[in-house]
């Protein structure tokens, strides 16, 4: 199983393309249209071999980065992998990830997500595909975790013009803490399918 102990890395400026991550959604404000997704993967000295950037398109954004490591595979070398997105990833996408790890399962995995992909819609099949997806994640050791209001301090210190936005902050809080309440809930639930029809309630 790989070991999730690994606390993620902060981003930095060369890191990734912030727009996409901090006009991600608070409330009355601009909701992202693709999944974005940063993958860095460092090795056993901490030093990063590949830092990456991937948009959705005709192949999801969490399954183009697990493509490239499978097709540059760091042999021997990979030991942490970390992925930033806007969105948490889909059933397929998890999959993917879970496919990887079972080849891989010394690699430490984190993920960390500004919402929960597709959690809430009314098509019940696709919210349940995605929160178990999200379930075979933590059962194969990943860390999952919403953006927490350190994040994205960390991101608004990087874009200072739109850190200018003083509630901004507390906005983006509320929205985390309660991407973090439904992750917990999610992946705790005996019912999933009853806790997924209450989330599409509120």
């Known amino acids: 199983m790989a070991n ?19 006009k991600s959604g608070v409330p009355g404000g ?37 493509v490239e490591l499978e097709e540059h ?3 021997g070398f990979l030991h942490d992998l970390q992925l930033l997105s806007n969105f948490s990833p889909c ?5 993917k990830i879970c496919g990887w790890l079972a080849q891989n399962d010394s690699v430490s995995v984190s993920i960390r997500f500004a ?12 919210a349940e595909d995605n929160a178990i997806g999200m379930r075979k994640l933590v059962e194969k050791g990943v860390q999952l975790k919403a953006l927490s209001d350190y994040d994205w301090l960390q991101l608004l210190m990087i874009d200072r013009g739109f850190a200018a936005k003083d509630d901004w902050i507390a906005k983006r809080k509320q929205v985390d803490e309660k991407n973090q309440k439904d992750l917990e809930e999610i ?16």
């Open 115 to 126: 919402h929960l992909h597709n959690i809430h819609v009314r098509v019940q099949k696709v």
């Open 91 to 95: 059933g397929e996408c998890s999959e």
């Open 187 to 202: 992946l705790q639930s005996t019912s999933l399918g009853e806790t997924l029809k209450k989330m599409r309630l509120y």
């Open 73 to 75: 595979p760091f042999t």
């Open 30 to 66: 601009f909701w992202p249209s693709e999944v974005v997704v940063l993958a860095v993967a460092r090795g056993r000295d901490g030093k990063i071999l590949s830092r990456k950037v991937y948009r959705s398109g005709s192949t999801h954004a969490f399954k183009q980065s697990i």
């Open 4 to 22: 999730s102990a690994i606390t993620p890395h902060s981003p930095t400026p060369e890191d990734f393309d912030l727009t996409a991550v901090l």
